[in-house]
């Protein structure tokens, strides 16, 4: 899976819009819309604000994702 399409799901899952995705994690709405239009690749910094949120609310992170984050 790759870390548009788990956003999106995650988004999804957690019933948020963009805006309020991006408000949780403290970047704009346009960089939400970046991330999954695979326009722009989220930080490393980014990308771990969005797994703790994840990982707040009981959502299990795909090993290839998560493998990626720590190269």
Known sequence: ?????????????????????????????????RWENEHVTPSNLARKSFFDLCESN???IPDDLREKESN
């Not at 788990?6 to 346009?30: D, W």
């Open 1 to 33: 899976m790759s870390f548009s399409e788990f956003i999106k799901e995650v988004r999804r899952n957690l019933n948020l819009s963009q805006k309020q995705l991006a408000q949780a994690l403290n970047v704009n709405y346009t960089t939400i819309n």
């Open 58 to 60: 009981f959502i299990s």
